[in-house]
């Protein structure tokens, strides 16, 4: 059974300090288990490289074996967690591992847009008015910027979630949704 989340802090950030564990725990999460060799196919990396992040992340709880898949000497690796979580407490500095990190997951985003648009042309007509690449540009305080977050968490969970066992309509396709609340603070001395 695969956990709910995983809270990253200063040593669990180290397992994921490096764009390409991201990817491949991305993919585990989003495709399924699978094995360093489908991975690095998929991701156009030797299967060296896969295999030895893949022991990277399970080193840190990340991944796991998949024994009911693993048939001879074909490992197969599952995700551990459905999602992560990075909280940096109020007044602390994020660990410098925290950056790189984000920066993997905003590149990750970043690509899953192009992919989107590359394949866009094929949608089923029905799915060309809900889908949208919109931005606001608002002017909040830091408390009502965490309400916004928290209004959106809200309102996401109201939705079946990809990754749960639960009954959904045979029309039912997979959707992302991708969020970025981005402050952009003045300098102190800087006119409003």
Known sequence: MTEREINLDATTLRGLAHPLRVRILGLLREDGPATATTLAERLGQSTGATSYHLRILANYGFVVDDPERNVGRERWWKAAHRTTRLDVP????????????LRAVATQYADRVARFLDEMVSLPPRWLDPFTISDWRLRLTAEEAQELN??????????????????HPDDAERVVLQVQILPFPAAPDAER
């Open 150 to 167: 928290e209004a959106i968490f809200a309102f996401a969970a109201r939705y079946r979630r990809d990754d749960e066992d639960v009954p």
């Open 90 to 101: 109020t007044g602390l500095q994020a660990p410098p591992e925290a950056e790189g990190y």
